[in-house]
């Protein structure tokens, strides 16, 4: 599986977009990104996750640059709820987290 | 929207004691997972289950813990004799596919206190 690179922290204001950058330059062509999130020690929420193209769901978009070695998630209208962890994950067969960035999201 | 249940939420347990978690995957879901977070650490891969077998698993999950699927729903993540070290989460996920792109999805955990 293919090591990504995430900031450690971030803050984005309520309302605002927030845009989580990973770096995954070891990606192989046919390993898919996922997102996913986790509040304060609940269980990891899925987000989103895409393969070349760029994706939208109701939850974010995805953007996947062309080269496929980078991804930025898009929460489009963050709001106090975002505040989470989130993963960015290369998946072959079995999820492997890395630290993450912790999103705050404040008022 | 179907969702993958834990029991218990908490358990409290002495060391050597043995525990058995229990875990409802989503109901047509055909790949069962355990994963565990130590308090401020990362989520840990520990075994992937299909079919009865397991089909990978880490370095963490040695002969003290144990997986079950006894029946038609249930799916169970047994440790025969727990250590101090084995206080964490422990989060439940299932698939449908184990083909990229496979998405899991987690249950809500159940905390794992060793005394």
């Known amino acids: 599986d293919a090591k990504t690179t995430q900031p450690p922290s971030m803050d984005c204001a309520e309302g605002r977009a927030a845009n989580l950058p990973c770096n995954h330059s070891t990606i192989s062509g046919n390993e898919y990104v996922y997102w996913y999130r986790q509040i304060h020690s609940q269980g990891p929420q899925y987000i989103i996750h895409g393969l070349k193209n760029n994706e939208t769901n109701e939850m974010a978009s995805l953007i996947i640059t062309e080269d496929r070695k980078s991804s930025t998630l898009i929460l489009p209208h963050a709001t106090l709820r975002d505040t989470a962890v989130y993963y960015c994950?290369?998946?072959?067969?079995?999820?492997?987290f890395g630290g993450g960035t912790r999103v705050l999201v404040k008022p | 929207e179907p969702e993958v249940t834990q029991t218990p939420s908490h358990q409290v347990t002495q060391m050597g004691q043995e525990v058995i978690l229990r875990c409802v995957p989503i109901s047509n879901h055909l790949y069962f997972y355990w994963y565990r977070q130590i308090l401020g650490q990362k989520v840990e891969f520990l075994v992937s289950f299909y079919n009865n077998e397991i089909s990978e698993k880490s370095e963490i999950f040695d002969d003290q813990f144990s997986v079950e699927r006894p029946d038609g729903s249930n799916f169970t993540l047994k440790i025969r004799s727990t250590k101090l070290e084995d206080s964490a989460m422990y989060f439940c996920?299932?698939?449908?596919?184990?083909?990229?792109?496979?998405?899991?999805?987690f249950g809500p955990g159940t905390r794992l206190l060793v005394l």
């Open positions: 996920a299932s698939s449908d596919s184990h083909v990229p792109p496979e998405t899991q999805y």
């Open positions: 994950i290369v998946i072959g067969n079995k999820l492997t």
